[in-house]
């Protein structure tokens, strides 16, 4: 089966860029979709595509998706970026929906 | 906009049936564009995908869950649900509904989620 890798967390002050990755094979021929999850509440996209925005998603979320690894870059980090970060793609050999293990960005 | 919103019973022995269902306003999931579908975390963990219906009623499971899971749909209430069979404390979780598109063969992005059920299995 189709495994993502995710960092457990990421630290990082305010004012800067955090930078979250997400491993997995061949990923770059995948699309890729990152989910913010703040605490007692669900997921939310921020980036779809690997690197479209919805609208309501800030500029400062970014994403790149190339070779063996994904990753969604936050700018200017802001306290209210601390959150719980989801990468996911659609593996189409196995039909599944895949997450990684989820990234914690704390702004310290 | 569409809202979707969980329901069913917070607390299941184990060994039943777990039966979720999913109600979608806003919006008619008899539609080619979507698959709806069904994710789970556990306390304290990541997110898991439990599996998805289409408008047709083709389905995609999990299939470390696939032998357990059925998920099926009510056009005519804009529902569509979930049952977990032989539920053990493992299946304890937060059970998320959301929306996906669907595209030739491939189920994209999530949007939107419910807010999410807590499902506790416990004697």
């Known amino acids: 089966s189709y495994v993502l890798t995710q960092p457990p967390s990421v630290s990082v002050a305010p004012g800067q860029t955090a930078r979250i990755t997400c491993g997995g094979n061949?990923?770059?021929?995948?699309?890729v979709h990152w989910y913010q999850q703040k605490p007692g509440q669900a997921p939310v996209v921020v980036v779809y595509?690997?690197?479209d925005r919805p609208s309501g998603s800030p500029e400062r979320f970014s994403g790149s998706n190339s070779g063996n690894t994904a990753t969604l870059t936050i700018s200017r980090v802001e306290a209210g970026d601390e959150a719980d970060y989801y990468c996911?793609?659609?593996?189409?050999?196995?039909?599944?929906?895949?997450f990684g293990g989820g990234t914690k960005v704390t702004v310290l | 906009h569409l809202q979707l919103q969980e329901s069913g019973p917070g607390l299941v022995k184990p060994s039943e049936t777990l039966s979720l269902t999913c109600t979608v306003s806003?919006?008619?999931?008899?539609?080619?564009?979507?698959?709806w579908g069904w994710i789970r975390q556990p306390p304290g963990k990541g997110l898991e995908w439990i599996g998805s219906?289409?408008?047709?009623?083709?389905?995609f499971y999990n299939s470390s869950l696939r032998s357990r899971v059925t998920i099926s749909a009510d056009t005519s209430k804009n529902q569509f649900s979930l049952k977990l069979r032989s539920v053990t404390a493992a299946d304890t979780a937060v059970y998320y509904c959301?929306?996906?598109?669907?595209?030739?063969?491939?189920?994209?992005?999530?949007?939107?989620w419910g807010r999410g059920t807590l499902v506790t299995v416990s004697s």
């Open positions: 595509d690997d690197s």
């Open positions: 959301a929306r996906a598109g669907f595209m030739a063969t491939t189920l994209n992005w999530l949007d939107p």
């Open positions: 996911h793609v659609w593996d189409s050999r196995s039909d599944h929906m895949v």
């Open positions: 219906i289409y408008y047709s009623g083709t389905t």
């Open positions: 061949n990923i770059g021929s995948k699309s």
């Open positions: 806003g919006g008619s999931i008899y539609s080619s564009s979507y698959h």
